[in-house]
């Protein structure tokens, strides 16, 4: 992971992000193909960083990953403060219903799907894409640790608990067997349009026309249900990671593609529970142990996968990380092991 680090976003990241956006194949409503909205959400970014206030709010954060030597954005990774500020986070839960018959001498247990807002007020990570030639060499985890370090260094701009929502299963047309087993028939439109629609304009046209009643998951077809809680192919690797962070799928699915959504208490995620803050004494390690290194709050953050040498609460870390981050010896760190 040489010559790689994480930064704020800029608004020169829109051709970027767009060219990444492009690469994603649908049903990645947190990086839509749209320069507009691109642009829209690389704004609200620049207001975010610029905040004073260490508050919570409708806010959102994009963080690049550069490479250092040709200025390349690579990958891309979001961190929403609290979601369902400016209309409802809706997600469908996944319950079961058990009545029993005694004329029978049976109980029957049918699952249901509920459309709720349990998640509103929290705080999300998404928006995680890595350019499909560099998924190698650890950078994906450098980029999805380095929101929890974020978090860690702006702690009071964030809630107490994070989610993180998986994309659902997609078929080869671009298609989800979930949205066309539920929801596509009371929208009329295809989930590709959906989801556009959603990326661009918010979701409120789901509390508009989605019925408000559960659904037994029994009258779907089986291909909608056999994806229920299923992430999509290549998000898998995102969900050990989550796993690995301490998440957990609660039973929460998203009401597009029936993906799965992760959630985590904010202080017990393993990134934020474990990172440490050192004063740098010196640029030379040579051994000690592989991890993240950050400095910097807000615009000014920045991330690397280095060697840290830890010594009685300072640290010393390798010249080239301190090179991408900046730092010399008296500076302020915040490192956490691989």
């Not at 705080?123 to 998924?135: I, K, W």
């Not at 030379?284 to 840290?308: M, P, S, Y």
């Amino acid at each position: 992971m040489s010559g790689f680090r994480i930064r704020a976003s800029r608004a020169t990241d829109l051709d970027s992000l767009y060219e990444m956006a492009k690469l994603t194949g649908g049903g990645f409503t947190n990086l839509p193909a749209d320069k507009d909205a691109l642009a829209a959400k690389l704004t609200r970014s620049a207001q975010a960083f610029a905040k004073a206030e260490d508050t919570t709010g409708d806010d959102v954060y994009l963080l690049m990953l550069e490479k250092v030597e040709t200025g390349q954005v690579i990958g891309t990774g979001q961190v929403f403060s609290t979601i369902g500020n400016r209309w409802p986070f809706y997600s469908y839960r996944i319950g079961v219903l058990s009545q029993a018959s005694q004329e029978l001498g049976r109980t029957f247990r049918a699952e249901m799907l509920s459309l709720t807002t349990d998640y509103e007020g929290t705080t999300e990570v998404g928006g995680l894409f890595l350019h499909p030639r560099e998924r190698a060499g650890g950078l994906g985890l450098l980029l999805a640790r380095s929101r929890y370090l974020f978090i860690r260094q702006h702690r009071q701009r964030f809630a107490d608990r994070v989610i993180a929502e998986l994309r659902g299963v997609i078929d080869e047309a671009g298609g989800s067997p979930f949205w066309d087993g539920l929801a596509g028939k009371f929208f009329g439109m295809s989930f590709q349009e959906a989801d556009q629609f959603n990326a661009v304009h918010g979701n409120q046209f789901i509390a508009d026309l989605m019925p408000k009643h559960p659904i037994y998951t029994a009258m779907l077809p089986d291909t909608a249900r056999a994806v229920m809680g299923m992430p999509h192919p290549t998000g898998r690797a995102a969900m050990r990671m989550l796993e690995g962070e301490g998440f957990h799928h609660e039973g929460y699915i998203d009401i597009f593609d029936g993906g799965p959504t992760m959630a985590a208490q904010t202080d017990k995620i393993r990134t934020v529970r474990d990172a440490k803050t050192a004063t740098l004494v010196a640029t030379d390690a040579a051994g000690g142990q592989k991890g993240l290194i950050a400095k910097g709050r807000l615009e000014a953050f920045v991330c690397v996968h280095g060697t840290i040498e830890e010594k009685d609460g300072d640290a010393v870390i390798d010249a080239e990380s301190a090179s991408l981050l900046g730092v010399t010896a008296g500076d302020e760190i915040v490192h956490v092991a691989r």
